[in-house]
């Protein structure tokens, strides 16, 4: 058997060690739901509840907002654009270099996305970003424990906190996925997606929350790994890291969600697969799927 260099292995290793330090906490905060979990990149996404409606207009809302969700003019707008991202390095230890990456690959999402909208002929705006060093409060709430990254639709910006372990054993690529996830959520935000999300929750039981939780986190993942396609084969994006992130999901992403809002590990990593493999928007339409895949 050929015998691995010694660099290759310690470039694993550091990746693996990257891995398991980012993964201390994932944290959704609903209107009343709170949970933590582990995850390659530590996120956090804090959302607003609706305000009151009468049950009558609450009824007009779900159905005139839900085709936004199921036949969003996204999904038929074709793979997404290219824009060349190249983040540049992110070597260890460097705080000027981490805020440059961050603010790059924001960069790179904000052409991706503006393209992809303008071919749905839907308007855009690009999510703010505030990179941070400590916690802060935003306004959809208090900051979370072992949070590395809050998406407020309230201001539609995107927090990424820059925290000591991130700072010592950076993984761009789970890092640029964690970014690429959050900006997912922005999608859904100013597509409309989510006014059907929060308009079917404010009517619906314990169960069904929880499906509208995970359809809403599926698709933030799987437009991540639409983004991340763009990037196929880039030292980046390699398929060896590619591979290892998502069957780390496959076996560890769902193991700090016990209310399963965010699906099973296997069930992320086939909207993980999906993304990555077409390439499209379409293929990440989680609102219109059977049930039974969307788990």
Partial sequence: MNSVPKSRLLTLAAAVLALAVAATALVMVLADVATTSTGIANEAQQL???PAKGASEKA???????ALAVANPLYKTGRLADVNCAPGNLPAGSMVAYRRFLTRVTACLNRAWAAQFRKAGMPFTKPRLRIITSKVRTPCGAWNTGADGVYCSTDRTMYLMISKAQLRNPFPLGITRLVAHEYGHHVQQVSGIWSYYWAARTTAGRSKRLQLSRNSELQAECFSSVFMSTMKGTSLVTAA????TVSWFRKNGAK???QNDHGRGPTQAA????GFTRGT???CNTWAANPRNVT
Avoid: C, E, N
């Fill in 256 to 258: 700090g969600w016990p």
């Fill in 60 to 66: 007009g809302t779900i159905l005139a907002s839900k």
């Fill in 48 to 50: 607003p509840s609706p």
């Fill in 241 to 244: 890291d590619w591979a290892y």
């Fill in 271 to 274: 909207w993980m697969t999906r």
């Fill in 281 to 283: 928007p379409g293929s």
